[in-house]
């Protein structure tokens, strides 16, 4: 299986401030035909999860501009550009390259 | 709009199978290109995906847990339903139901989610 590994763990932002998460699979995600199938989403205390980015750095309908996906290979990051009060909660990537499909451990952004 | 609603037991016994139903609407697992999943998330821990089936019928385990698993759909009540044996209290956890598109053979998946439904396995 593929292993998603998130970091880091607790993320305490500032509102206003950006925030960073990095999520690295054990192996590469891109996937046969070329496409790199890497998933991030949001779950909200005491909510379903919410897809925000699918396949690397394409943003959900509705999902505000300031996330962003990128990375390559093995190596991934969602960027909140300036935190608010409604981003708190944990956030997780997911790969659909290789089955079966896993996920990270979680990153819980939380406000300072 | 697609909206999903997972249903089934609250408490099981040891041993004992689940069922869990994911009833949907706004879509249609008739239609090409769609599919509905099982994730699972113990209490205070990460998301686990299980299982999903596809338009076609085709089907996806998770390999720890495929010989316990089964997953069917009934298109003409818009239902997916999925099947766990021999549980155990390591498999509680909230149970969501989730659909997933796939687009010109790429796989798109969980766009939207159910509510959840906890499962407590406790004798």
């Known amino acids: 299986d593929v292993v998603m590994t998130q970091s880091p763990l607790s993320l305490p932002v500032t509102l206003g401030q950006p925030a960073s998460i990095s999520c690295r699979s054990s192996?590469?995600?891109?996937?046969?035909?070329?496409?790199?199938?890497l998933n991030w989403f949001q779950q909200r205390p005491g909510q379903s999860p919410r897809r925000l980015i699918y396949?690397?750095?394409n943003r959900d309908s509705g999902v505000p501009d300031r996330f962003s996906g990128s990375g390559s290979g093995t190596d991934f990051t969602l960027k909140i550009s300036r935190v608010e009060a409604e981003d708190v909660g944990v956030y997780y990537c997911?790969?659909?390259?290789?089955?079966?499909?896993?996920f990270g451990g979680g990153t819980k952004v939380e406000i300072k | 709009q697609i909206t999903l609603k997972e249903s089934g037991p609250t408490l099981v016994k040891p041993t004992q199978t689940l069922t869990l139903t994911c009833t949907f609407s706004?879509?249609?697992?008739?239609?090409?290109?769609?599919?509905v999943g099982w994730i699972r998330q113990p209490p205070g821990k990460a998301l686990e995906w299980l299982a999903l089936?596809?338009?076609?019928?085709?089907?996806r385990y998770s390999p720890s847990l495929k010989s316990r698993l089964t997953i069917t759909k009934d298109t003409s009540k818009n239902q997916v339903v999925l099947t766990m044996t021999n549980m155990d209290p390591v498999d509680t956890a909230t149970y969501y139901c989730?659909?997933?598109?796939?687009?010109?053979?790429?796989?798109?998946?969980?766009?939207?989610w159910g509510q959840g439904t906890l499962v407590t396995v406790s004798s």
């Open positions: 989730a659909h997933l598109a796939v687009w010109f053979g790429e796989l798109l998946p969980f766009d939207y």
């Open positions: 706004g879509f249609s697992l008739s239609t090409s290109g769609v599919g």
């Open positions: 089936i596809y338009w076609d019928d085709d089907k």
């Open positions: 192996q590469s995600l891109v996937h046969s035909d070329g496409n790199t199938y």
């Open positions: 396949k690397v750095s």
């Open positions: 997911m790969q659909g390259t290789h089955w079966p499909l896993t």
